[in-house]
């Protein structure tokens, strides 16, 4: 692809001969070997980077498999009991899955078969020990045992009663939400089927799982963090070499050609990405609406990546030099010290308890008395990009956030630290925006940055 671009279609003259003509093939070789050489290099860093955490899928599928089973005995049973759920009911049906049921499926099930059904049990006299059953023609793996028997129920919701009844449990917790689409995954079919099946006494019971649901997916484990920390640093390896001469051609290269060479090359590591990549430029020339990269010009990428159900969110910034430039101009690296200045103003503030409303409210009075002009959008990560759990601020509401805004903050949970400043420039005489967005962890007593955050920007010389 870069090829192509790189060596332009007047190189294709008509044929003459003699010294012009094999002077003419020996620089169109000489720049096809040249691209083909950085691109080879840029493979090889890259494929360095990444040696060290993609595994092949076999070895993925044993990994995914064993952060489940670590999940299932370490993180569900002390989530149960926080909530004060006896059982923990998840119904799906086969390509219309509940987006919850993807995160407890096992590495070799992509959906559910035609019903599943999983049932988590808790058992308060076996120090909150929790059982993991399934409910249908087929057995899930080896972390659910399937209790449905056949030959002596006719359908499932006959044995989910029947199961309901042998461990009279006090609620009944199922994945309704009006405030978050991720614990919301029971459809009005199965809602209605299970209540047609209950028992008046147990159908009292039933309640919505959403304190819990959410509780599933914004817990991490250490391991989970482990891996994070490595795709972390792999998000921005390719950051790093998406903007460099390795990639851009200035005055050749436009901003979608480094969304598509982001998109390759993860696709090239095995890996996917959640959400397709956008890379903008800011320049002193605001009539300038050119997306040709250029000297001068300041850049910034989105982008994640995905691996063993992790998501990564990365948002950077990149100066592309003049000639006679070695830094970029001051007014913009003040600029960055700003984004980080509120970013330090935002984790500071982290305290176990504390919702993500009352969070904004307090980081932005602080960074509007220190002078910056901020708007915060931070949110959880997690098995999904945009994961549940603590929200703070959307960048179209900077004052309260229903439902995710008044989730309170747990410890072991990951965020995507998403936050701009607008700031003015002297050199380019306007206002730009510093857009930052870095993936972190809160162990309960501190944030820390999952790989080290931006701090200068990168610069493409």
């Excluded at 390896?237 to 598509?260: H, M, P």
């Excluded at 982001?262 to 903008?280: E, K, N």
């Excluded at 990009?385 to 509401?397: E, K, L, R, V």
Aim: net charge negative.
């Amino acid at each position: 692809m870069h090829q192509r671009k790189l060596i332009n279609d007047d190189c294709s003259v008509k044929p003459i001969t003699g010294f012009i003509s094999g002077l003419i093939m020996a620089v169109s070789l000489s720049l096809l070997v040249s691209v083909t050489a950085k691109a080879s290099d840029n493979h090889s860093s890259i494929d360095n980077i990444a040696a060290d955490l993609v595994l092949s899928v076999k070895q993925q599928a044993v990994r995914q498999d064993e952060l489940l089973q670590q999940r299932l005995d370490t993180v569900l049973p002390g989530l149960m009991a926080r909530e004060n759920i006896d059982m923990w009911l998840i119904i799906s049906r086969e390509y219309n899955e509940d987006p919850i049921l993807k995160t407890l499926l096992p590495a070799d099930w992509l959906n559910a078969r035609r019903r599943t059904m999983l049932v988590f049990i808790r058992e308060k006299a076996e120090d909150n020990r929790v059982l993991t059953l399934s409910l249908g023609r087929y057995d899930v793996g080896e972390f659910y045992q399937n209790v449905w028997d056949m030959e002596k129920y006719a359908n499932q919701y006959q044995a989910l009663t029947a199961l309901i009844e042998k461990y009279q449990v006090k609620t009944i917790a199922v994945n309704e939400s009006i405030n978050v689409g991720l614990a919301d995954g029971l459809v009005a079919t199965d809602k209605s089927l299970l209540l047609e099946n209950l028992d008046n006494i147990y159908k009292q019971r039933v309640i919505s799982a959403e304190p819990l649901a959410v509780s599933w997916l914004e817990t991490r484990t250490s391991d989970e963090i482990d891996i994070y920390r490595k795709l972390v640093g792999l998000t921005k390896a390719l950051i790093n070499d998406a903007f460099s001469t390795k990639v851009i051609r200035v005055g050749q290269t436009e901003t979608k050609d480094l969304v598509w060479w982001l998109r390759q090359q993860v696709r090239d590591l095995g890996l996917q990405t959640w959400f397709q990549p956008s890379v903008s430029i800011q320049r002193k020339d605001i009539a300038d609406k050119s997306q040709v990269i250029k000297h001068g010009d300041l850049l910034h990428v989105d982008f994640g990546i995905s691996y063993l159900r992790l998501n990564t969110d990365i948002q950077q910034h990149a100066y592309v030099l003049q000639p006679e430039e070695d830094n970029a101009p001051q007014g913009l690296r003040l600029a960055l010290k700003q984004g980080n200045q509120l970013q330090t103003l935002l984790t500071d503030n982290f305290k176990v308890g504390i919702d993500g409303n009352t969070l904004l409210k307090m980081t932005r009075a602080k960074a509007i008395e220190a002078g910056l002009k901020p708007t915060i959008y931070s949110h959880p990560i997690g098995p999904f990009g945009h994961n549940a759990g603590t929200s703070i601020g959307m960048w179209d509401n900077q004052k309260f956030l229903k439902g995710s805004g008044e989730w309170p903050l747990h410890a072991n949970t990951a965020y995507a630290i998403e936050l701009n400043v607008t700031t003015p420039i002297p050199e380019w005489q306007r206002d730009i925006r510093i857009m930052l967005e870095e993936d972190a962890w809160f162990d309960g007593d501190k944030v820390e940055y999952l790989y080290p955050r931006q701090e200068t920007l990168i610069l493409v010389k």
